[in-house]
Structure formats: structure tokens, C-alpha cells
């Protein structure tokens, strides 16, 4: 049983600090899922709170795994990880019965799984969680007490660090189909011999006061009785979808201009702010020398929002902004950018630069070759996540030997 019982606890651990750090590593695009499920239950007020949300759920589930590898407060984790598992393995039968949104959102955008997926995946961690809680009384920590309670408080300031980094700055891990480097016109290609979506369509025919249903292959088409009624088709397999399924940018006044961004024949800055009237101000000043910069070098610039026309008037009276405007869908901007506003940089249609808008670069920044500019960049920031890998991995093997070596005393 101890073996077990130590399986349950590894495996659940693994599950809780993946599903926690990826979702923590994005946690703007966490809290815009809470906002899918609040619309979809009618629920509306609670969208005031999914950020906040968004924030705790991934630092508690980051956690409670933290707690469960590293052997600190076993038996608090494993109540910890019950209470997530028998809240949330009920909750996904739901969504799976009514399937009021398609994705469930429970590993952020790494991982995508249908809702039966997810219920079924719950239903084998919380086969795990029970044994956990039934044989709780053998979950017993071998480390000093002032040993247990300094990790108990550096794993909670670590549970926080993802969710804050990514709220604060972009995400770490970028797993969105906007990230850099992605050719936005190829990501909507469908490859040639694809697999479509499949459906069932059910045809539904009247005749003398009676409805009846029909299939595609047995309509009553030589019976001019029958009359239409109505049809119904579900998808029944899903075919290939494109990492970007829709792109479309349009004037204020409804003019599609899509093509002449993504082809413009230079650099193009898109000021991405979802919804003026949530955006953050104080980057207005340095959105107008962005622009100024960029105007005089004969790059593309434009701030695309889902904001109305009397939005944005009000908006440019508000703060000065002397940058141009155009429209877009409110979900697609949510997507291609976790920051309102945020600044992406486009070479004919390529993303080639994504700036938060606590970080925007100097206008200066925009001077030379800004495709190699970038590359280096990225360069840079690759070594930089290689260093803190390498660094969060000894330190986490050395907590690790540690606590195991106290285990086994």
C-alpha cells in the first residue's frame, strides 16, 4: 500500500505543478476562460473577479504539486489536492454533457483536450487523490520542523512568481498561435488533402400534422408532401483546424485592410488594445513616439481595437494618442497578445517582435535592421531561460536528494 500510496502522490504532484505552471505562465489567457464559462452559465458579474481567480487557482494548483514532490505538509497537500479533484472532476461532467465551451482550459494553450477528455483524465486523478486522503495518516514529513516551514513559505513565494511574471511582463513560455516567429497568412492555410470536419445533418420533414426526422440519404424528396421543416447538423469528427482560423483587420469605417498589413511591403507596428477603455493610459505617450519614429521611417503603424468609433473619439480626446486606429475582433486581439495594450512588430506578415506595455522599447529601437535586431533578441532571451532552467533544475534536484534523504532516515 505504501507503494501505491507513494505512486499517487508523485503522479498527482507531476499533474498539479504542469497543469499549474502552464496555465501560471499565461495567466491573462486563464482569466479570459473564466470569462467564456461566467458568459456561458450567465453568470456575467463574476467576470470582475477571473483575473483574480485566474491568479489563485494557478498558484494554489502549482502549490499543492510543490508541496506533494518536494514531501512539505503531506497531508495539508493531499487535502489540497482532494478538494481540487472532487470540485473539478463533477464541474467537467458538466461541461462535457453540455459542452458550454469546447476547450476546458485546464492546461492553458499547451495542451488542448476535449471536455469528455478532461472528465475522464479527472476521473483517474481523483481515483488518485482518494487514496491519498484514505491513507493520509502514513503521509508523514521527515524533515526538521524549521526545515518544513522555510519551504513551506519559499514554495508559496514560488507558486506566485509564474502567474505574476506573466501578468507583469509577457509569458515565459508562449504557446499561443501568435508567438514570435509565426507567418500569420501561412497559420491560416489549410494543407492540401486535409481532413475536413466531418457532420451529421438531421433533416426534419411535416407532413399531416406529424414531424419526422430524415438523414441526408433518405429524404423524402418524391414525396411533395412532406415540407421542410427544419435542419440540425453536430459535428461528428473534427477535422484539421488551422493554429489561426480567422484574421481580419478593417478601418473604423468597415473597410477590410487585412491583405495590406499583413503584405505591407515594410515593417508594420500593430498597437494591439482590445478595449480603449480598459487599456493602460500611461503607454499612450510612448505609443505617440513610437508611432512618430516609425511614421518617419516609412514603417506601418496602427493601434486595433474592438473599441467603436465614439470609443475611440473619446479616447483620443482623453489621452492625445495621434496614432491611427482600425478594428478588429475582440477574441482574436484577447489572443494574439496577453497585454492591453500590447505592441507586435510584423515583416510582411511575419511576427517578428512582441513588447508588453511595461516594457515597449525605445523609438530609437526601431532604427536598422529590426529583423536582426530581433533574432539577437531572441537569442539573448533563449540563453537567459536556458541559465534559469539549468538553475531551477539543480536547485529543485538538490531539494529533492534533500528531502528524500530525510525520508529515508
Known sequence: MRTLVTFCRYTLAILFIFSGFVKGVDPLGFAYKFNDYFKAFHVDFFQYFSLFLAFILCAAELFVGLLLLFGVKLRFAAWGAFIFMIVFTPLTFVLAVFNPVHDCGCFGDAVKLTNWETFFKNLVFLGAAIV??????????????LSEVVLFVLLL??????????????????F??????????????????????????????????????????????????????????????????????????????????????????????????????????????????????AKSLNYGFACVTASTQGD??????????????????????KTMIRSN?????????????????????????????????????AKQESDQRL???????LVISFLLIYTIKQENR
Open 132 to 145: 491519498l486522503i484514505k491513507e493520509r495518516s502514513k503521509l508523514t514529513s521527515s524533515l526538521p520542523r
Open 157 to 174: 513565494i514560488a507558486a506566485f512568481l509564474p502567474p505574476y511574471i506573466g501578468y507583469t511582463r509577457l509569458p515565459v513560455l508562449d
Open 387 to 393: 541559465i534559469l532552467f539549468l538553475i531551477s533544475f
Open 176 to 293: 499561443r498561435p501568435y508567438r514570435i516567429g509565426v507567418n500569420i497568412p501561412d497559420a491560416m492555410k489549410i494543407p492540401e488533402g486535409a481532413q475536413p470536419d466531418i457532420y451529421r445533418t438531421t433533416l426534419y420533414y411535416k407532413k399531416d400534422g406529424i414531424t419526422k426526422e430524415f438523414d441526408e440519404n433518405n429524404i423524402p424528396w418524391q414525396d411533395t408532401t412532406w415540407k421542410f421543416v427544419d435542419s440540425k447538423s453536430i459535428i461528428i469528427k473534427k477535422g484539421y483546424t488551422p493554429s489561426i482560423e480567422t484574421f481580419g483587420l478593417m478601418t473604423l469605417s468597415g473597410n477590410d485592410i487585412t491583405d495590406s498589413i499583413l503584405y505591407y511591403p515594410n515593417y508594420y507596428i500593430l498597437a494591439v488594445a482590445y478595449r480603449l477603455d480598459k487599456t493602460n493610459v500611461e503607454s499612450t505617450k510612448n505609443l505617440n513616439e513610437l508611432y512618430l519614429k
Open 312 to 333: 475611440v473619439d473619446a479616447f483620443i480626446s482623453k489621452t492625445g494618442a495621434v496614432y491611427p486606429f482600425i478594428n478588429a475582433d475582440e477574441i482574436m486581439l
Open 341 to 377: 495594450p500590447g505592441v507586435i512588430l510584423l515583416d510582411k506578415g511575419t511576427v517578428i517582435g512582441q513588447w508588453h506595455f511595461n516594457r515597449l522599447p525605445n523609438p530609437n529601437y526601431l532604427d536598422g535592421n529590426l529583423r536582426a535586431k530581433q533574432l539577437e533578441l
